[in-house]
């Protein structure tokens, strides 16, 4: 049974959401299946300020409504001063998008223990008050689903974001079963899921699995580098025909495409915002 404490994060989150949302006047999309789109940014930008045009942070706080911070492939074991100002010039901006702020947690697979991935959310919880977690390399292997069921319930369970929401995505970066979706015997879903992490070139032949349209687009996430802006629109279409209530695209590139902000700010990044909250 839900706590009161669980049931009132969800109030706390629903609220926000329903907030974002009215304010951004997203619309909804005829002909794919009202599908609108939030940006989550893989930020994983050192920090500069929101306020200056040149900075990566700046791109992100105007377009991204989710931005997920990764200091030292994961939290670290001290507190980064430049990502503690970042976090509180976010948490005091009344101009940006960011609505939620989550860390970088590599899972390995499920190799990763349970006690070391929590202790990696109670750091980020310790040092940075995130709002969730991010929990990359998630295995799709349906015999690991209370492995994920746990951490996810462990993020869910601590008294992490400020503003209530415990907010968590597996990174499959491809499409996985429909087991870890479920709620039969106790399983404890993830937000999200990574269903799509891969080039251009790749999304290309990409198809979503069948039993996904029984579940809200909100659920899916897809992130696609090395997209040109030739590119751009026709990419972020495809987003929503396959039904990706969550989207991050940009053109950088291998050996790491999340090293900077999508570039032009004008030409391919606010084209990019403004394609999320529009229609097909």
Known sequence: ?????TL??????????????ASRQILQAPGCAGVSQYIIAPSYVYP??????????????????IVIINPNSGPGTTANSDYVNLISAIRASTDTFITTILGYVATTYGAKSQAAVNAETDLYNSLYKVDGIFFDEASTDCTKTSYYSNIVSHVQDTTMSPTGQDYTILNWGTN??????????GNVPAD?????????????????L???????????????????QANLISTMTKSKQSRAGRVYVTNDDLPNPYDTAPTPFTSYWEAEVDKAASSC
Not at 8 to 19: I, P, S, Y
Not at 176 to 185: A, I, K, N, V
Request: proline share 5%.
């Open 48 to 65: 500069c300020s929101i306020t200056t045009p040149s900075c990566a942070w700046y791109s992100f706080s105007n377009g991204a409504d």
């Open 192 to 208: 999200n899921f990574v269903t799509f992490e891969n080039s251009h070139a790749s999304y290309a032949s990409y198809a979503p």
């Open 1 to 5: 049974m839900a706590t009161t404490t």
């Open 210 to 228: 069948a039993y996904m349209a029984n579940y809200a687009p909100a659920r899916f996430y897809h992130i696609v580098y090395n997209v040109t």
């Open 176 to 185: 996985g079963p429909e087991c870890f979706l479920q709620t039969t015997s």
């Open 8 to 21: 009132t994060k969800l109030a706390l989150a629903l609220t926000l959401v329903h907030a974002v949302c």
